[in-house]
Each structure stands twice: as structure tokens, then as C-alpha cells.
């Protein structure tokens, strides 16, 4: 049983590492709050004085705010269907034994190591170029004319680019839950008869619940940040412009960090938001 003194220890040990975290937190977050109340320009007058909610009104009634937002809940739960659909489908295919299944469970971990810049790239250059891209060449192989992905898709092909990325951390944690179900449930299922659709069904997706439920939750909260595969592929043309890179244009290029502090202190509040409600969904499914 530990001591008074050893828990007073542990604390002192804990201390540095946490005020560390804290400060990494909540300095920026200070930060973004003081500059949200002010007109900071930067290249042209730097800190021009107080100007109140005059930002976050700015923000919220620009023609772009809505059309961000909606297009960020979109790529959201396009990539969330799409990871969670084939991620099912590739931990019930990696749990079956096979020759080099090491290997193999390898290899479809692997993309989710790749930098979003980098895989972003690959994406772009390699396979979704119109001239010299691999779809362009199975396009023009079956005597289709090439499909323009990043402006006539654009939407589709970032959700691609994304699933891809975030489909190995899918797969995995599924997996684990995969290997955890009782193999005799489905044993006995099978002796008496029950389709695999039925076995599925009955069992083994309600033991997946859970896991799905935490994908989501891991998933969301960071797809809501997305950036950099837009900022490398479409420079947020063609209606593929997020919250987060709409605050980038606000900040960056029109040099107005006022009006992009605002703009994140509404990112952070639609993020809150998501998360209790999906926290909610989370805590109901755990306690069943």
C-alpha cells in the first residue's frame, strides 16, 4: 500500500511533466482567445487595438463559414463510413489464417505511418494525375476519356486520399476485437446451422460494437482538423474548402490573425460539440 510520503513523491516527480502539458495546451489557447477580441494585422499596422466580437461575427456571416463547415461534417462522414465499412471486411479477412499473415497484417498497417503530406502527394501525382496517372492509364486502356479527379471529384477524391490513410488504424483496432470474440459462440452457431450473414449479424457485429464506437470517437476528432491533404491537392478549390483551411486563408493569406483566432475559437467549439456528443453515443454503448 503506498505511503502519504510516497504519493507526495510521486506527485513531485509527475509535477514538471504536467505543467509542461498544461502549458503547452492552454498557452496557445490564451493566446487565441486574446487575439480573437483584437484587430492584428501583422504586415500592415500589426496590433490596431480591442475591436470586441467585431471577429467572430465577421467569421460566423461570411459567405464561406457554412459552406466550410458543411464541408468539413461531409468529408468527416464519408471517410468515417468508409473506414469503418472496410475495416470490418479487413480484420475478418486478417484473422483467418494464411501463409505470411504477419506479413500481410503488415502491410495494411503501413499506409497510416505515411505523413498526410507525403500520401497526399502520392495520390496526386501517381495515381489521380490526368496525363500520367495510373487511373488515367486504366481510363484510357478501356478507351474512357480520363477523368479530371482533383476539380470534376474533387470531394470524392479527398475522402479517397483520407480513407486510405486512416483505414489501416480502422482495421487494426477491429482486429483486436475480432481476435477477442469467443471462437466458441461461432462454433456453436455453425454446428447448428447459421449462415455466416446470420453469424455476422447476430454476433459478431454486436461484439464489434464497441470498437466501432471508439474509431469514430478517435477518427472524428482528428478529421475535423484536416488540412494538409487539401492544402497539397486542391488549395481548397472546388468546394473542398474546410473550417480549418478557410481559418488558414484567414490567418496566412489575408494576414488577419484577429479575425483567424475567431475563426478557431469556433472550430474548437464545434469540435467540443462532436465529441459530447459522440462521448454520449460512446458511454450508452459501453455501459450495454
Known amino acids: 500500500m503506498a505511503t502519504q510520503q510516497s504519493r ?6 509527475m509535477a514538471p511533466a504536467v505543467i509542461l502539458l498544461l502549458g503547452w495546451m492552454l498557452v496557445p489557447l490564451i493566446m487565441t482567445l486574446i487575439f480573437s477580441f483584437k484587430k492584428y494585422l501583422p504586415m500592415r499596422g500589426g496590433d490596431l487595438g480591442w475591436v470586441g466580437f467585431d ?16 464541408t468539413t461534417l461531409v468529408i468527416v462522414g464519408g471517410v468515417l463510413i468508409i473506414t469503418i465499412f472496410f475495416g470490418v471486411i479487413l480484420a475478418l479477412l486478417l484473422d483467418q489464417p494464411m501463409w505470411g499473415q504477419g506479413v500481410v497484417r503488415i502491410l495494411v498497417i503501413a499506409p497510416f505511418f505515411v505523413m498526410p503530406t507525403v500520401s497526399a502527394l502520392v495520390w496526386k501525382n501517381m ?4 496525363v500520367n496517372g ?13 477523368v479530371q479527379w482533383l476539380s470534376q471529384a474533387s470531394m470524392e477524391s479527398i475522402v479517397l486520399i483520407v480513407s486510405w490513410q486512416w483505414l489501416p ?10 481476435q477477442s470474440l469467443d471462437s466458441e459462440q461461432l462454433e456453436a452457431a455453425e ?3 447459421a449462415p455466416f450473414l446470420k453469424r455476422f449479424w447476430f454476433i459478431i457485429l454486436p461484439h464489434l460494437a464497441r470498437a466501432i464506437t471508439i474509431v469514430v470517437l478517435i477518427q472524428t476528432i482528428f478529421l475535423l482538423s484536416i ?6 491537392t486542391t488549395g481548397g478549390a472546388f468546394g473542398t474548402r474546410t473550417l480549418s483551411y478557410l481559418i488558414f486563408q484567414r490567418v496566412l493569406e489575408s494576414q488577419n490573425v484577429g479575425l483567424g483566432s475567431a475563426g478557431g475559437v469556433y472550430a474548437i467549439i464545434l469540435a467540443n460539440i462532436v465529441a459530447i456528443f459522440l462521448m454520449r453515443i460512446v458511454g450508452k454503448n459501453l455501459d450495454n
Open 8 to 13: 507526495s513523491a510521486a506527485r513531485f516527480m
Open 227 to 232: 488540412f494538409a491533404e487539401i492544402f497539397v
Open 127 to 130: 495515381f489521380m494525375d490526368p
Open 191 to 193: 454446428m447448428d446451422g
Open 55 to 70: 471577429n467572430y461575427v465577421r467569421f460566423v456571416s461570411s459567405s464561406a463559414f457554412w459552406p466550410s463547415v458543411i
Open 134 to 146: 495510373l487511373f488515367a492509364h486504366l481510363w484510357k486502356f478501356f478507351g474512357a476519356e480520363p
Open 169 to 178: 488504424f480502422a482495421t487494426l483496432i477491429l482486429l483486436t476485437a475480432v
